[in-house]
């Protein structure tokens, strides 16, 4: 399986989709060859700051784009003594790290205009919504250009998992699901143990040093069996919970039935939280994602023209000459330089004219993009944390909007609250796609009262942002497969004449933001290097 | 085993320490008894906003100490009507809910003055620290007296677990030892239930369930072993982090044998991070935990009397009166009320003169204390997140310091930092209060050198509590056994006369703020009952 579903792993649901849908056509057999190949590849490379030595020599670098892989182009060429121009389609700095907050407008392909009415401090991320810790590049830049970073709640032992066809379709809380699913497995293996069954794989040594993890491991009893009380109540929960004075005492609660857990499915929750990319630490930028690009505006912001909309790319061996449209006035300009380092993504890109070889031509048209979709509903209160007691994290369904993800900020709050009704992709991503805003909202809403039943008494409004109708990407990340990765990456990375490819398409952390920023720098020490050479 | 160590085990280190004694003296297999035992009766059975109902016919009460058991009692008797005045020793509300920042000054038993150094913004929590999601009393007060919450990392991937006896003394990162070990268990356990071992246990139809889980679950390749690799290192992390452009590809990393693991013991650190009272999501107050008591004071720091050292406490059949000492002035005076709560810890409260039944004299005194000690460090710069990457989260070690905790807020903060370089107790608990505060950060700043070389270079000074030598409450929180509770539990809990005790040390919560409240609002119930009846 190709490492291109690593990449919308990092976004959470599509890569769920995608083994979904794998699972159900192919097996559960080849779902699980797929995740193995899913579990590659997402810690950064980045070295520390950037530094490009030795002067500029009078170059000059165009850059196409204003995310975080061209902005950091932009600063740090910039820095090392490069003349820079950035070119940016939208009004904003900071591309799909991008936040819908009350009154955000945006209009996407087909005609549909929505206006966010989330009460002030309500926020969703339509775009990348979290920072893991290995994401080095991104957070050396946060901590330089102070964005303020908060923990991410990625795991929440309180949460739901819930599938539609197992427990009467009745959401049942991640803890109970782990700690019985951790308390079966110790039981079994040290059952095979005690029976001698791995005598052949394990020394007595290590056998017994392997029972004793299990029973701390699997909370098993004295007699390491996974079973009501207080040993596997101390993981799962209890049914009447502890307190002080006369009225103190807990009492057990009982585990979910091995055949039952097993044929839920549900398990498949916990290898989810353990990827290297849901790993904690994970940040969030306080205020929402697009603080990352006004980070990047404050520091580099005087290098960019906005609403410049690029429509031809031409190179001779002199340099770089790339037409634009202003969208405001509709003037049609042109812009010169020696360089050219283009990040607009492979979709549009391939729709612009432009004089580059035949490997890099078919390099950007061979990389499909996701068709991710996020939902945010607003509700009168925060009904998940006063009724459901779940602060932060994910809830995961079977359900086409196959995450709820509850807000990592302003816990305990009064007042309206904003929730994530809907991260998906694949087929649902699609449905959700061709549908209008008004019927996204509907759907989800439809789904994930089967979670929270409040939903329907509480609702206020939506809003919604189906990638492939977003006109500026046409799609959320670039997916590559391992075929598409063997023929393809190598030549959309090199540099063609006098012009570079960069962003998250042009990395492995597809749909990731440390993609496009590693991406850059890679992309920028390459450029420096043959500057220095000629 | 005794649901006292359950108590400590809310505190972390305490019960890791005492575990270790018992591993040591009793062997891995009382060990495991032990903590099958420990892992009881965490969550709170808060039943949501306290209401006294039906007036408090004139009835006076007197409360004992400035804590959260204390608080809640004064806010809540004093919002159902009842007269309330509380006395406390201290100058501060807020009793163990503490915080060591800059200025403060205390001096412990044995004349040593403290004053803490730390820069603006740095701090320690040197009594309760963390605030899990079901410790619904605690965070129904937070919400409603406006102490703000954020989360505390109880789990980093990326920190230390370290054995001095292990891999040669080197620490090792979480992420290794937790994804080998669930890869390893994964793999023996797909090897069983493949060759039959299991096929009493397990039906055919839950074993091929099984096996899909355990691939998932253990990150195994497709002959569902465990190896280097892009499935194992999607958990435990890459030789060469992936990135972008043509230095993109990753190279995945060598997991630790199997025999090593498993003698290293390092396995012990993922059964900590299971339990009840760790569970993500885990909180503290922004700028700790001192929050709780200042909010306290907003909202009945009118009801308190400060300075105020009780010296007696006598009822008869018409009420309590207390005798108590200012220590600004001297004065010894009176105080009078129809009943009294009294919080005061045990190893002071027996002290006291009071007339009270032996059966509640007894159980005063037959709770001892725990001998925790908390370090904290503060160093030129946060070189865990500068150098080591750690943003957060918690390093273990078989070093008397026991752990290292990293500070929960201001990541990414330029400046000094501190951290938790010490929270330990049993035996090393001892050995640090017998030390002066001199001694005690020296040693622990050895011990932590030995995980963090940069401390020598960085530090820059340190404070520390003991909690044996605090005066007003000789012990951090009371221990119970089995024996115990079942002797003096109840008794303790029980109105004498006009007299009932409240606090951490009445209730199954030991050492928890939880304990505190829910004790306190099992006691306001059952005195309103009373009144209500008289």
Redesign the interface.
């Known amino acids: 399986m190709s490492d291109s579903i690593?990449d919308s792993a990092g976004q959470g649901m599509s890569k769920r989709e995608l083994l979904a849908m794998i699972g159900k056509t192919a097996g559960?057999?080849a779902?699980?060859?797929a995740?193995?190949?899913?579990?590659?590849?997402?810690?950064?490379?980045?070295k520390g700051p950037v530094k490009l030595e030795g002067g500029a020599k009078g170059a000059s670098v165009l850059i196409l784009g204003a995310g975080v892989a061209g902005m950091t182009s932009a600063l740090e060429l910039s820095k090392a003594g490069y003349k820079v121009q950035v070119l940016e389609y939208q009004d904003r700095i900071g591309g799909r790290s991008w936040t819908l907050s009350g009154g955000t407008t945006y209009t996407e392909l087909g005609g549909a205009t929505q206006t966010c009415q989330f009460a002030p401090g309500n926020y969703i991320n339509p775009g990348p919504w979290r920072i893991p810790?290995?994401h080095?590049g991104l957070?050396h830049y946060?901590?330089e250009l102070g964005v303020e970073?908060?923990?991410f709640?990625q795991?929440?032992?309180?949460a739901y998992v819930h599938n539609t066809k197992a427990f009467g379709g009745k959401p049942q809380r991640f803890?109970h699901v782990q700690?019985d699913?951790?308390g079966y497995?110790?039981e079994?293996?040290s059952?095979?143990?005690k029976?001698g069954?791995?005598n052949d794989?394990?020394?007595k040594?290590?056998a017994?040093?392997?029972l004793?993890?299990?029973?701390?491991?699997g909370?098993?009893?004295?007699n390491m069996r996974y079973v009501k009380g207080?040993?596997?109540?101390?993981?799962?929960?209890?049914d009447?919970?502890?307190?002080?004075?006369?009225?103190?005492?807990?009492e057990p609660s009982d585990p979910i039935a091995?055949?039952e857990l097993?044929?839920s499915?549900l398990?498949?929750s916990?290898?989810g939280n353990?990827?290297?990319d849901h790993?904690?630490?994970i940040?969030q930028p306080v205020g929402g994602m697009i603080q990352v690009g006004k980070a990047f505006e404050r520091a580099a912001g005087h290098l960019v023209r906005k609403n410049s909309k690029v429509t031809s790319i031409q190179q001779n061996e002199k340099g770089v000459v790339v037409t634009y449209k202003d969208t405001k006035t509709g003037e049609v300009m042109k812009a010169a330089a020696d360089y050219c380092i283009c990040t607009i993504p492979l979709p549009i890109l391939a729709q612009i004219d432009m004089n580059v070889g035949g490997e890099l031509a078919s390099a950007i048209r061979a990389v499909p993009y996701s068709t991710s979709v996020k939902v945010g509903l607003e509700f009168k209160r925060r009904f998940w944390e006063q009724d459901d007691?779940i602060?932060?994290?994910i809830t995961y369904t079977d359900l086409p909007n196959s995450q709820i993800s509850y807000p990592?900020s302003r816990?305990?709050a009064k007042g309206p609250g904003v929730l994530l009704g809907c991260y998906t992709g694949g087929a649902a991503g699609y449905e959700l796609t061709a549908s209008t805003p008004e019927e996204r909202v509907a759907k989800v809403l439809e789904w994930g009262s089967q979670i929270h039943p409040q939903y329907k008494d509480e609702f206020m409004n939506g809003s919604s942002v189906a990638w492939h109708r977003i006109p500026w990407t046409l799609g959320c990340f670039g997916t590559w497969t391992e075929q598409t990765r063997a023929d393809h990456?190598?030549n959309l990375?090199?540099m063609d004449g006098r012009i570079m490819l960069?962003g998250?398409h042009?990395?492995?952390?597809g749909g990731w933001q440390e993609?496009?920023?590693?991406?850059?720098?890679?992309?920028i020490t390459?450029l420096h290097q043959r500057v220095m050479a000629g």
């Open positions: 690593v559960a057999s779902m699980y060859m995740m193995a190949g899913m579990e590659q590849a997402q810690a950064s490379n980045f810790w290995h080095h957070i946060c901590h970073l908060e923990p709640m795991v929440n032992y309180n803890r700690a699913y951790f497995v110790s079994l293996l059952k095979s143990v029976q069954a791995l794989a394990v020394t040594e290590d017994e040093m392997l004793e993890s299990l029973r701390g491991f909370a098993l009893d004295r207080m040993p596997s109540s101390g993981r799962r929960g209890y009447k919970e502890p307190g002080g004075g006369l009225s103190a005492v807990p091995f055949s097993m044929q499915g398990w498949r916990i290898a353990l990827q290297w790993e904690f630490t940040f007691k602060y932060g994290g990592s816990y305990g990456y190598k990375c090199q960069a998250e042009a990395s492995y952390y993609g496009g920023i590693t991406s850059a720098i890679d992309t390459r």
